[in-house]
């Protein structure tokens, strides 16, 4: 039971993990180059079915050349499939980096003296939110550290905060937070603030490797971490993020552990993970096992795993962060890759500017895109994507289950494309430099061109268009 004040009280008692480490580990010794069934696995997906461990296991295990492409086509196709050419950009907003844990690989945990610990005032928030306003994002995801001052209330009064901040045109229409696993309660108070998704990342799902890079804090405790979302679904929260940190253990064992993850939580509750990532160990200051992470995969095992859960779970969000290089974010997109971050700076109050010490003191790890995000919006623009900043889904009800009912069928483009098309004009109209904007109205041209005449959203979306260069704003379907 824990006795600090402001953190949750911990109850495991009567937990039994539902990942089936032994089971995990004898699929990945099982290997097959059988093109017909390889093709029949694909093909269910393709049919957008979420694959049984037994199916992804084969994909991730396969080692013949062809059968590895024909994959990541697979991948490709499914992806084009379900979300179009849409990629959802968000910014990262890490509002305080004190921590009680110990992780070994993390720049934040308790014992490294070489960060700068830092917890934003309000005031110092709203700063903050403004620039990021003013740069044109819509979309933020809150990150805390595990400390008693980062408890429900204080996260619910930040993401308010958040909410309240108008800059000129600006405002943030989605906060979704990063947080600390919470009791039910906790949950319930975070949700009553207007939180988006719940993210939160079990590392790994390896126990043995779990116990020896968490040896102290109320992270050490595997099952209170791993139940998380069932209390947060409990609480009514029914967009989860989940994710592992790819080079604690293998890489393969992750990507099955999470399909189980998933499997549980459409058992439990009726509906999967909103999204899945896999952030890579990165440096990270002070922290020298970030720099020899023990599993890390190789950038061609990387892509082929991400293609590989692009098919096993073809309804769920998949995001990769500016933790990775920019043509390697780039060639991930195609496989499957829904959700990016851009403009990002990790540093505590970086944003703004407001802090005369150097963001790379304060923050969890070191990133390797420093693009800004009028920079990867007409990058974006110019590789065929659309940038969308869209919110529509979470503010009209679309979300858990209802969410998964318009996209396991593949529907999601049909209202996403449209949304995105009116948020990206949002951005050309008020925020783009004029490179970017001319890139933005050629891909919203581009978009609203190839839906087809007779569909009724065509007209709708027209008229729509027409009253943001009027002067409207957050129009959606």
């Known amino acids: 039971m824990n006795k600090l004040k402001g953190l949750p009280k911990v109850d495991t008692k009567g937990l039994q993990s539902f990942i089936p480490e032994e089971e995990i580990e004898n699929l990945l010794k099982i290997k097959s180059n059988d093109k017909i069934l390889v093709r029949e696995i694909i093909a269910k997906s393709l049919a957008k079915n979420r694959l049984d461990p037994a199916e992804m296991a084969v994909l991730l295990n396969v080692d013949d050349p062809d059968l590895v492409e024909e994959i990541k086509e697979g991948a490709r196709i499914l992806k084009k499939m379900i979300y179009g050419n849409r990629i959802v950009l968000f ?213 082929r795993m991400i293609a590989v859960i692009r098919l096993a779970v073809p309804y769920t969000g998949m995001i990769l962060t500016a933790r990775e290089p920019v043509h390697l974010r780039n060639e991930a997109i195609a496989y499957g890759i829904s959700q990016i971050d851009a403009g990002s700076d990790i540093g505590v109050g970086a944003y703004s500017g407001q802090d005369e010490i150097a963001s790379g003191k304060k923050s969890q790890f070191i990133l390797s895109d420093n693009r800004s995000l009028d920079e990867v919006i007409g990058q974006l623009c110019e590789a065929g994507y659309l940038p969308s900043f869209c919110t529509g889904c979470y503010r009209l009800g679309r979300t858990g289950e209802h969410f998964m009912e318009f996209a396991r069928p593949g529907f999601v483009k049909k209202f996403c494309t449209p949304n995105a098309v009116l948020t990206l004009l949002e951005y050309a109209e008020d925020y783009a430099s004029p490179a970017t904007r001319d890139k933005a109205l050629a891909a919203i041209e581009r978009e609203t061109a190839a839906i087809p005449e007779g569909d009724s959203r065509k007209q709708i979306l027209r008229r729509r268009m027409a009253r943001i260069k009027s002067g409207e704003r957050d129009l959606f379907f």
């Open 91 to 303: 910014a990262p907003l890490y509002v305080g980096n004190k921590c009680i844990n110990n992780c070994t690989y993390c720049g934040f945990r308790k014992s490294n003296q070489a960060l700068v610990r830092k917890t934003l005032t309000m005031d110092e928030l709203e700063t903050e939110v403004r620039s990021l306003e003013a740069k044109g994002h819509k979309r933020l995801i809150m990150v805390y550290g595990e400390h008693p001052l980062y408890d429900p209330e204080y996260i619910a009064a930040t993401v308010r905060k958040v909410y309240s901040v108008k800059e000129g045109r600006g405002a943030i229409r989605r906060v979704n937070i990063n947080a600390a696993p919470l009791d039910v309660e906790g949950f319930k108070t975070v949700k009553a603030a207007g939180i988006g998704t719940y993210q939160i990342f079990q590392e790994t799902y390896h126990q043995p490797t779990y116990r020896s890079v968490h040896p102290s804090g109320l992270k050490a405790d595997y099952l209170w971490r791993l139940f998380a979302f069932d209390r947060a679904m409990e609480a009514g929260i029914d967009d989860v993020g989940m994710g592992a940190l790819i080079g604690l253990y293998n890489h393969k064992f992750e990507a099955l552990a999470m399909l189980y993850h998933t499997i549980h939580l459409e058992r439990k509750f009726g509906v999967g993970p909103h999204t899945i990532s896999f952030p890579r160990i990165e440096p990270a200051i002070g922290t020298d096992y970030a720099n020899h992470p023990p599993y890390a995969p190789t950038d061609e095992e990387f892509m």
